[in-house]
């Protein structure tokens, strides 16, 4: 069975940084990392970071100059860096990619970790 399993998430003051890891596991013949998004209490789900298959991103404007989106294809594993954080980062972060499979690319969704952003 092939899946995302996202982690990293956790309790942190307002200021402070948290990595999130997304890894793929299974019969995996190929990884192909989005992005992240997030859905905080009450709101819409929404893009956070993207990047492409050659390596450019983009950022939403509200975590521009706080997150860093990276991927180790090596590793089936792709990463959200959040610096300077805030009360409104609060939400579940998903991270997307497709995975590579015998028989075709899949469109995968992490579980979601929670980070709550909080003094």
């Known amino acids: 069975q092939v899946q995302l399993v996202d982690s990293g998430g956790g309790l942190v003051q307002p200021g402070g940084s948290l990595r999130l890891s997304c890894t793929a596991s299974?019969?995996?013949?190929?990884?192909?990392?989005k992005g992240w998004y997030r859905q905080g209490p009450g709101k819409e789900r929404e893009l956070v970071a993207f990047i492409s298959s050659i390596g450019i991103t983009n950022y939403a404007d509200s975590v521009k100059g706080r997150f860093t989106i990276s991927r180790d294809n090596a590793k089936n594993t792709m990463y959200l860096q959040m610096n300077n954080l805030k009360p409104e980062d609060t939400a579940i972060y998903y991270c997307n990619a497709g995975i590579y499979r015998p028989g075709g690319i899949i469109d995968s969704w992490g579980q979601g970790t929670q980070v709550t952003v909080s003094s």
């Open positions: 299974g019969r995996i013949l190929g990884f192909n990392a």
